[in-house]
């Protein structure tokens, strides 16, 4: 199924420019910097479940599809808040996802689980309802074995290091417990404390108080919530070997308020009493006090703005969070960013790489912002954009005006596990078949492309993330 | 004038796997679910009266280029409001469009022209001033003869259905004379109730008190208001074969209000005091109860949302609507929709087609929400980006997150009959096109390209309309 | 360096095309009507310093790279405004652009330097620290030389016009040297008056009244300011030869007051007390002040809409204006300029030529505007947009609206005066292959090709600005 010129471009010039840059990159170890794999499977080093297990249920970029014509979610496994009964047969989950495996031709989805059947599974047949049940036991089969469990699959990915997400409030036992474990395996996490400076995520008050017990800090005071967080911003990088946090904001609002300001500001979201504005604020005001504590503990700094969560409300109802119904919506990042800038934009020791759900944003600001301050790093095409056609705009849209050297390599971003060297993969031969066309246009020589396809594929996302 | 490879990439490998996809294509019957044609045409099949009348009066796309550069619309014969004169010497018009014609290489509206010069009427030269006269005569010479007749041009063109779009007002007389008649073309109406449910549209509360007169209900209720609407809707399915409803508002805006609201508005509508917010309001709540008689009655709903209308005062007051003075404007989806998607949109008996003016919501909403509501699907790409880069810059940006299957299939919504071959034609050599490219960077195989292309080109748009 | 097919596509028969096309523009004129180079260079025909002062210092592409990747501009010579110490080593400067020469792979910059640095100082070796002295070397003795003062250079660059853009204030002293020194180069000025019509411009209550001294106007009555601007338009065209001028707003907002609106107005901004949406509603009222007079005067008018300037407070703060600091920001057109447009968008003898930073206006909101309106041209891609990939971007996104006709050609719009050339011979190129894949598509004939790319690259712009 998986064709090596796969995603080259099809002139032979550029297509032999590709090969031979590839064949640089294409063994590099995979950095992992950003990501959301669950640290447990490292700790505990349980054999994953079956097919469906790994395949389908976790994976929303599968599952919105299908239910996108009209397969309920029921039928695909996915849990219930309320503890309904929902399909745990999955023999018939995977035979629904072959039945509809004619919806994703031309999709990354595609991509991702082919070339995890190829290379993890050995699979060389298309999906369909005839090889459903046959590609079910081989990959069962497989799952049985000692080769397929996770640190064994970590390995075999030659994956270099692998950062996992979490909240502040994580106690990182999992973390804790593969550091013990002796396993080699680099798996560090990253700072996302959306639950702690989001006066509008579900918990807020209580998360904040639980900070304090956490951090032995009394967050009820502006001064006291700070030193909670950089206590605890300490004990993920001590404990949880985190060399980065991460803001996942509707906006890319900022803001630069005075100490009475904000302090008053906190007691109102403390007191439940912010309006959507000030909430808004107050997150813009905590991204500038992150950055602060960045420049202070060397934390690298990744926002990612910009998603209307939960867009489907009888969904998130009955299916809870990250259930593919978070929607992209414009964002504006020139006036947003501008009071952190003004205060921090400058500096040479701190890094922050900007997100965008927006590709209209790619050449219009994020470029041009990142070419000139020093703080400023692109991330690379995020979410609906992480795809063939996305990483390509994302590179025909930045690299005149900001470079390659502003961007920070690939994040692969995912929940699943086997997608990652897929992921990277893919990212790995957009990068060389765009600079294959550089060269082939006469834009950039061969010597140069190569330099850059290997920091794009390992050293950048290393060195940005400080790993 | 018609390379027989034309929009085809020039590198072989693609262009030999465009050509293969495009045989399977190339003769399969016209579905036009959508467009402007007249429905008097088929009615009373008389004679198009000249090449200008055919060609030049009746197409905003031609005479809005040769306006831009300077030539008025009086001497295009474009009729004037207040019967001031204007050209009527057909050939004179003629010689105007040749002696412009340099304008348009690189324009959809060049191709769609020759397209039907050469394939309807066996003009094989360019226009020029040179060859003006004696296209002029070869055209009229046909006209004359009863193979150009509206019916038989209709059967040659290859359609098996044509749908135009009419008021709630309309009698559909044509329509039912079609039917009368005993000719097998299927030609349809669409509900198209902008009229009625437009607050600012002119004549907004003659035309809902006319809709009480054709339909015995009492439109100054807001509950007789919606009977009225539920029973012409009806009408429409019954009388001209409706299959599908059509809305073009200003924005994508809806509203799920309480009946007590609706009906307040309502009536400040039907008094002429709403505000210009209070108008928005109102059209959004118009959608969300037409969502509503969709579900009820099966009629598809599209919406086509973004045109400003009539932007150049001046030309409107002199030659009034649809003069290729409608201006695209930045339209968002994702709040807008959220009303009326929290109520229909997990429906999988309804089925929602969005168009879109403003191509940056391809890739940011569109192909995000029609990835994952089952009541959505995406209409090709409309008006303006109706053309080869338009269409692939569509398939370029919808692809990856929403699939193939998520989309209709090709719309012509056309005013000008002759161009509906030539429209279809581009559509199936651009998704060709695209296709080759997937297949030819093995992104996709060739087998399912095939598939994919058959239903671009023919089944989707019959499924998605139920024709 | 300089391959002789780069920027066109490795698709040997669109590569064929190209070249052909190219040979038949290669060697046409430059006509520049669009810049912001120094007319003291002509007027005093004085030898440029050193490397460094012709391409580091004065080129913010070339150092907001290096400042976004941490070099300190004072490390790179550009001036404090304070006048505190910056190096003044210009080999030590020199030397650290070849540092980090790695950077700039892909980006315009990277293309002008290595065209200027072989077309015209016969450097073939890239730049690097290893080669940095010998280039250095090379250069400086060039520059010591009667044929790289500037005349010589114009003449050697094949420039038949070129255009600078001075405010109303200056006296216009260079330009008048120039043409009284019997040189024969044809340097023009442009009238560019943001100085004395934005109320929120520095000084500006100070500028209009040295308005007033220099026309013998009152410029303290709306009446006098309004004779004053026509006034010294008037000593543009007639001193400075100018045939067009350039306004440079936040927005493209236009504004149709009545007289006692807008005398009300200007009082207010002469008095200062204008609020930020009077400031924005008067330099809309001036744009169509700006149209009728050049409805009567005939200058062309131009507006570069849509820079965020001097974004990083603490460097303008330091540095000053135009050091990389600028950032585009979205930017609405369709409503914003109606009110001009009603009053002027239909006259046949105005000349409306816009710009925009913001590339998603332009299939949505530009070329629907200027192929209906026939006052109204589109500008080349500009800044960051002025490049392989943007201006691929401008002709993909406009032609099929707007065609070729109503686009106005190349301006280079640059400060840095040896990449005119390299600018000119991009966008001919570009161009040019843009055109050989219509061709090679089959969409154009080749013959129209030619005909085409001599309009872009010449004939055009000296129609469009009437020179």
Redesign the interface.
């Known amino acids: 199924m ?2 090596p ?7 032979p ?2 297509r032999a420019i590709a090969r031979r840059l590839y064949a640089e990159v294409q063994n590099l170890p995979i950095v992992s910097p950003h990501g959301h794999t669950d640290p447990s499977w490292f700790a505990l080093n349980e054999a994953f479940p079956d097919p469906a297990a790994l395949f389908v249920k976790p994976d929303h970029y599968a599952f ?2 299908l ?4 397969v309920p979610m029921e039928s695909l496994g996915v849990p219930r808040r309320d503890g309904g009964a929902v399909e745990t047969d999955s023999r018939k989950i995977w035979r629904l996802l072959a039945e509809h495996w ?7 989805t595609r ?1 991702w689980l082919e070339h995890a059947f190829e290379t993890a599974f050995g699979v060389t047949e ?1 999906l369909s309802p005839a090889t459903a049940d046959g590609i079910y036991d081989r990959i069962e089969a497989c799952l049985r074995t000692p080769e397929f469990r996770p640190r064994a699959l970590f390995e075999r990915f030659n994956i270099e290091v692998l950062a996992t997400t979490e909240s502040p409030l994580d106690p990182l036992d999992h973390h804790k417990a593969i550091r013990e474990s002796g396993w080699k395996g680099r798996v560090i996490t990253a700072f996302r404390p959306d639950p702690v400076v989001d006066p509008e995520f579900e918990g807020f008050q209580a998360n904040v108080a639980t900070l304090g017990v956490l951090t032995g800090e009394d967050t009820t005071s502006w001064k006291g919530y700070l030193a909670a967080l950089e206590n605890r911003r300490r004990y993920f990088k001590e404990v949880g070997g985190a060399t980065s946090t991460d803001h996942g904001h509707p906006t890319a609002v900022t803001a630069d308020l005075s100490t009475a300001e904000a302090e008053a500001l906190f007691a109102k979201a403390l007191r439940g009493t912010v309006t959507a504005a000030e909430a808004e604020l107050f997150r813009g005001q905590m991204l500038t006090e992150m950055a602060r504590m960045s420049l202070e503990d060397g934390l690298v700094m990744q926002i990612h703005p910009g998603s ?1 969560r939960n ?5 998130f109802e009955r299916f809870g969070r990250d259930k ?2 978070d ?4 964002t ?1 990042y ?2 947003a960013l ?1 009071p952190l ?2 205060r921090f ?2 500096e ?1 020791d701190l890094t922050i790489i900007l997100f965008t ?4 944003s790619y ?3 994020l ?8 703080a ?1 790093r692109l991330g690379p095409a995020w979410w ?2 992480d ?4 990483m390509r705009r994302f590179r ?2 930045t ?8 961007t920070v390599g690939f994040n692969d971003d995912t929940r699943a596990f086997c997608s990652i060297p897929a992921r990277h993969d893919v990212a790995r031969r957009i990068d060389c078949a765009f600079l294959a ?2 060269v ?6 061969e010597d ?2 190569v ?2 396809a290997t920091d794009l594929a390992y050293r950048l996302a290393k060195n940005a993330y400080k790993l």
Chains 1, 2, 3 share one sequence.
């Open positions: 998986l064709h010129d796969r995603l080259f471009s099809s002139d010039t550029q919105r599809m239910y996108s014509q009209g004619h919806l994703f031709p031309g999709t990354p991509m298309r209307v867009h489907n409300a009888p969904v593919g119904c929607i992209p919506s414009a504006e020139v006036r501008k800038l003004d934009g400058n040479r759900l927006d590709e209209t050449s219009r600001e470029a041009p912002l990142a070419g000139h301050y020093p400023l609906f954009h795809s063939p056609e996305g025909e849209m690299t005149e005006t900001a470079g390659f050297y502003n066309r550089l082939a246009e006469h834009r950039v020589d140069e492309a330099e850059v």
